[in-house]
């Protein structure tokens, strides 16, 4: 999916050339009110209330042809304010709504260069549609705009404002592309395939392992999880790492591109979204292209820990004992618990390296979703990698909640004859935690003299947010959210010195 071109103008709103116009409007106590400047569009302010206007969330409605605009207007609810949020979601829900316009002009009320970049990325973000299995003649209604402008103020420093919009509205783009892709067309080879497309002519090298190479290292969770399908597992490595660095940001990410539960078959209403379980090497993959786009001086690796999930006389069996990358044996109870399989040998090969930030992300348990609900993330981890994190999702307007590790769940994990079982059966209670706790015992040691990183791990269960099967909000429409794509180069920024 190709980003819109997005734009900047200091031209008045009055005479875009755009195909739409999107005004906001706030919801006063004393009724709606124009936020762009009233007297631009006096006719307009004063038929709000006629049109049934309030303002709120959401709302997004075409007003008719009035004087002193070249160009057809909507009007999009700010809110009782026009605060960084609120102006996040009606950008957002401007460029959901213009699909079948060519071209969009934006009159926000945006006060500084932050929100005016926040706001062209939440533009370009909702404008996004996912068409390439569609056919028929109403295609041209589907398309999103092609072209975004924001007008700003005279006095706005634009400087990178587009650049780093455009850089964020395609990582978000990227993510959700994969993630929508059917699992009959993505699968590890061809996701392998895609990582090195998406990284050609960026800074990038791409490291792929394939079986015999996965074998050879010792990634015995990866392997043992990808041996019940006829499409073998893949780890892709990348690596982005400019000269003079400040710091090394490692992200994993779980890439299970189809799971049906392997022998442990999950119920048939259950599998239709689970091309979606491989939203965290997505994640992982877009974040690492957006910062070596954005030429920022970190250095960012990503382990894409990549397989199908399938029952066959192959696969993996309830019972069975495999040997992960550092070396410890895991009883696997339960094959539909193995994005913590591919995690751990994904997690100690990036501890071993001794970054700075050691992240994963995977869309892991469903009980993260039980607890969470559908729209924040869980963190786990250590306090100052956690801490990094949810600070940066602050920044980003994305809902995250740190949660703990409970020390006497670990004991859940306990196996007669490995060293842990990845599951318990008919254990139910704290199952996002637990999972934690598994993942824990693979990322190191947070500052130590051996694998680990100097400022920790963090673990953000996606399972929740990273699909809306709901109805839209904002720029979100249904299906795949590209969650955690904003923190994790907030993060990125962080850590640049940015």
């Not at 900047?8 to 106590?29: E, I, N, R």
């Not at 957006?290 to 894409?304: F, I, K, M, Q």
């Amino acid at each position: 999916m190709t980003v819109a071109e997005l734009g900047l103008s200091t031209a008045p709103a009055t005479s875009t050339d755009a195909d739409l116009l999107v005004l906001g409007v706030v919801k006063t106590p004393d009724g709606p009110e124009l936020a762009a400047p009233a007297d631009s569009f006096p006719e307009l302010r004063a038929m709000l209330v006629s049109l049934g206007v309030t303002g709120g969330a959401d709302e997004f409605r075409r007003a008719p042809a009035v004087d002193g605009s070249t160009a057809p207007i909507a009007l999009v609810g700010l809110g009782a304010t026009a605060t960084r949020e609120s102006l996040r979601a009606a950008a957002g829900c401007a460029g959901r709504q213009a699909a079948g316009n060519a071209s969009l002009a934006l009159g926000l009320p945006v006060a500084d260069a932050h929100e005016a970049e926040l706001v062209l990325e939440a533009a370009a973000s909702g404008a996004y549609a996912f068409l390439d299995y569609k056919t028929g003649g109403d295609l041209d209604r589907r398309r999103p705009p092609r072209r975004i402008v924001l007008h700003v103020p005279a006095e706005l420093d634009a400087t990178g404002i587009v650049e780093r919009a455009a850089a964020t509205a395609t990582a978000l783009h990227t993510v959700r592309d994969l993630v929508n892709t059917p699992a009959a067309d993505l699968y590890p080879e061809t996701f392998a395939q895609r990582a090195g497309e998406l990284a050609e002519g960026l800074p990038v090298s791409v490291e792929v392992l394939r079986e015999a190479e996965l074998a050879e290292g010792g990634y015995g969770g990866i392997l043992s999880v990808g041996a019940g399908s006829a499409r073998p597992p893949r780890l892709v490595v990348l690596r982005y790492e400019p000269a003079g660095a400040a710091a090394h940001l490692a992200l994993v990410g779980k890439g299970i591109t189809f799971d049906s539960g392997g022998l442990s078959l999950k119920p048939p209403s259950s599998m239709p979204t689970m091309k979606y379980d491989m939203t965290g090497a997505a994640t992982a993959l877009a974040v690492l292209l957006a910062t070596a786009r954005l030429g920022l001086p970190v250095r960012v690796t990503a382990w894409l820990c990549l397989a199908e999930n399938m029952p066959s006389g192959s696969a993996l069996r309830p019972g069975d004992v495999l040997r992960t990358w550092s070396g410890t044996t895991v009883e696997v109870t339960n094959t539909d618990a193995e994005g913590r399989l591919v995690l751990a040998d994904g997690l100690a090969a990036a501890a071993a390296e001794r970054p700075d930030l050691l992240v994963d992300l995977a869309t892991l348990t469903g009980a993260a979703r039980i607890a969470m609900g559908e729209r924040t993330t869980a963190v786990m981890g250590d306090d100052e990698a956690v801490g990094a994190v949810i600070a940066a999702a602050a920044r980003s307007d994305e809902p995250m909640w740190a949660m703990p590790l409970p020390p006497e769940l670990r004991s859940v994990l306990d196996s007669d004859i490995a060293d842990l079982a990845n599951a318990k059966l008919g254990h139910t209670a704290g199952g996002m935690l637990v999972a934690g706790h598994f993942l824990r015992g693979f990322a190191g040691t947070a500052g130590g003299d051996g694998p680990g990183a100097a400022r920790g791990w963090a673990h953000l269960d996606l399972a929740g947010p990273a699909y809306n099967s709901g109805s839209p909000y904002g720029g979100i429409g249904r299906g795949p959210t590209a969650v955690a794509v904003r923190t994790m180069l907030a993060l990125t920024a962080d850590l640049a010195g940015a």
